[in-house]
């Protein structure tokens, strides 16, 4: 029987590990060889005695049966195997109903119980719910038809020990599949739970490990302050690690400051931020280029080569805006790749924009424009990615925008460097409520 069932299911049951649709399978099939087994003996017996109304009907149930098999062996579908036990019942039901004159007795209701059972474990709640429902009507349907045809008397079936078991048996089987397959279930549901917490806890540790590298890349706040005496970083990751960065670096008098944003964020962000930092490294001190626009022609540079090593043909990059301030003269140089830059002055917040193509591949490159400005005292340069401007939320859960953006920073430009940084991370985290961070989130700001 082992060997015979393989044969059949082996294949169908191989292909998948979803614990419900091989209870269907292995249940359609065991339900199939004991109908086959239990019900041959009651086929001949009720042919031997003369209830050859009964015998076409459960001859009926029987070839149809035997097809079931054949079915889940060679089309490897359960529903369409399903469907075939749910037609062959309906009609058999019926014609059962006519031959009984239309009476219901408790063979009948083990049958009825038999359908629902069969039809609420090979079908979702609905269309069980509906085959129920059909069955029912067409039950109604047959009652009357029951008088019409008029079956002999001497066709219906005696309550006896031999009618009576056979349904009762097969309820009796198909309530321990349906137990089994549930504590099967919740056995693999504990199993799969238990590796996928374990899985997640070892992802996890992983990314945490790895930010305590972003961290440990990423310029600390006392160098940035030592730089940069009156200036403040806002730095929200989407994720535990983040594709955006600020980056620092100081040559003689000059301060190279940057706000990048790479594609993605998560972990690929995250590497990508790591080239992006260790390039800028090399240009400002392998390379000696100290004027932004240079610097960032020879970033886009470096970053290409990064991946035209490997033969492929990945497109990633960054945006990124890139100053260096004269500390003695206050003399600012700016170059930015799509991301353009803030200057509080004169009552005014200024935006310089930046040239519009990325750091990397890019189809029709030009080199990047370099924009001097002379800054006086309590001017403010503002560097940001565009987690801010995408963040969906507010009252009505549009996008903040640039332009809530510039009136925050208008608002508040005046206000120390804490308070600024205090203030933006509020209004950023009440705008974003209870909606999901959809970007990575950095801004910097310097006040001179």
């Known amino acids: 029987m082992k060997k015979l069932k393989n044969w059949f299911i082996g294949d169908y049951l191989a292909k998948t ?26 086929y001949i017996h009720i042919s031997i005695v003369g209830r050859y109304y009964h015998a076409v009907a459960e001859g009926l149930a029987m070839a149809s049966l035997i097809a079931l098999p054949f079915v889940l062996k060679y089309t490897h579908n359960v529903k369409l195997a399903a469907w075939i036990y749910i037609i062959q019942q309906i009609i058999v039901s019926n014609s059962s109903i006519i031959i009984e004159n239309g009476e219901q007795n408790l063979i009948s209701g083990f049958w009825i119980s038999l359908f629902i059972l069969f039809s609420f474990f090979l079908f979702d709640i609905k269309i069980g719910a509906l085959l129920i429902a059909l069955m029912a009507l067409s039950g109604a349907v047959s009652g009357p038809l029951a008088p019409i045809i008029n079956v002999p008397a001497d066709q219906r079936l005696p309550m006896t020990p031999d009618v009576i078991l056979l349904p009762l048996f097969l309820v009796i089987y198909v309530t321990y599949m ?42 600390s706040h006392r160098l940035i ?19 955006d960065f600020y980056w620092v670096e100081k040559k003689l008098n000059k301060v190279f400051f940057a706000v990048g944003d790479c594609t993605g964020h ?35 540079t470096l970053v290409e080569e990064a991946f035209s090593k490997s033969g492929s043909d990945m497109r990633d990059g960054m945006d990124i805006t890139l100053c260096s301030l004269d500390t003695v003269s206050n003399h600012l140089e700016y170059a930015g790749a799509n991301n353009p830059l ?8 200024k935006e310089i924009k930046a040239t519009k193509q990325p750091i990397g591949r890019f189809e029709s490159k030009i080199n990047f424009v370099n924009h001097e400005v002379k800054l006086k005292a309590n001017d403010v340069v503002y560097l940001f990615t565009d987690g801010i401007a ?16 510039r009136k925050l920073l208008l608002q508040n430009y005046d206000k120390s460097h804490s308070e600024q940084k205090n203030i933006i991370i509020t209004d950023f ?17 310097i006040k001179i």
């Open 17 to 42: 590990d979803d614990v419900f649709l091989r209870s269907k399978i292995e249940l359609l099939y065991n339900y199939c060889v004991a109908f086959f087994l239990f019900g041959l003996p009651y």
């Open 178 to 219: 349906f137990l089994k397959t549930r504590k099967q279930a919740e056995k693999q549901i504990k199993e799969q739970k238990q590796q996928i917490e374990y899985k997640n806890k070892e992802v996890t540790d992983s990314i945490n490990y790895a930010q305590r590298i972003q961290k440990a890349i990423l310029p």
């Open 225 to 243: 302050e030592s730089y940069l005496p009156k200036s403040f970083v806002v730095y929200l990751p989407k994720d535990i690690v983040s594709g």
């Open 266 to 300: 998560g972990v690929p962000g995250a590497m990508m931020s790591v080239i992006g930092q260790n390039a800028l490294n090399r240009v400002i001190n392998e390379f000696g280029i100290t004027k932004p626009s240079e610097i960032l022609n020879k970033l886009s």
């Open 342 to 349: 803030y200057i509080y002055s004169e009552s005014d917040l």
């Open 390 to 405: 995408d963040q969906f939320g507010g009252p009505d859960g549009k996008k903040y925008k640039y332009k809530r953006l």
């Open 429 to 445: 985290v009440e705008w974003k409520g209870k909606n999901e961070q959809v970007d990575d989130v950095c801004l910097m700001g």
